[in-house]
């Protein structure tokens, strides 16, 4: 069955950086849109970050362009998020997700994504 696993999340102060990532399996990676999303307590999930394939196109959310990146590694199955100038804001639990069969590219809409992670945490000190 499809397995995603997350993981690198952590404690970090403000202004550091982390890399969370994704290792996918059971599914062929190479065509499947990626994305990654996140719950802050008390809030609903929203979604980060999503990267296409076969171009590998890659898409932000306002709050986090210019200071995030996602990329992936198809001959790893695994997908990243490379984390900079971190704000508590950040702090949330964040969940990779893999799109549906034949989408070249996911955005924000949860019904877009067939499979998901577990979760794994980010906290951002001030």
């Known amino acids: 069955q499809v397995q995603l696993s997350e993981s690198g999340g952590g404690l970090v102060q403000a202004g550091g950086s982390l890399r969370v990532s994704c290792a996918a399996s059971?599914?062929?990676?190479?065509?499947?849109?990626m994305g990654w999303f996140r719950q802050a307590p008390g809030k609903e999930r929203e979604w980060v970050a999503s990267?296409?394939?076969?171009?590998?196109?890659?898409y932000y959310t306002d709050s986090v362009k210019g200071r995030f990146a996602i990329s992936r590694d198809n001959a790893k199955n695994t997908v990243f998020l490379q984390m900079n100038s971190l704000k508590p804001e950040d702090t949330a639990v964040y969940y990779c997700?893999?799109?549906?069969?034949?989408?070249?590219?996911?955005?924000?809409?949860?019904?877009?994504?067939?499979?998901w992670g577990q979760g794994t945490q980010v906290t951002v000190s001030s």
């Open positions: 997700a893999a799109g549906r069969p034949g989408y070249t590219v996911s955005f924000g809409y949860e019904y877009e994504y067939t499979n």
């Open positions: 990267i296409g394939w076969p171009n590998g196109n890659t």
């Open positions: 059971g599914l062929p990676f190479s065509s499947r849109a």
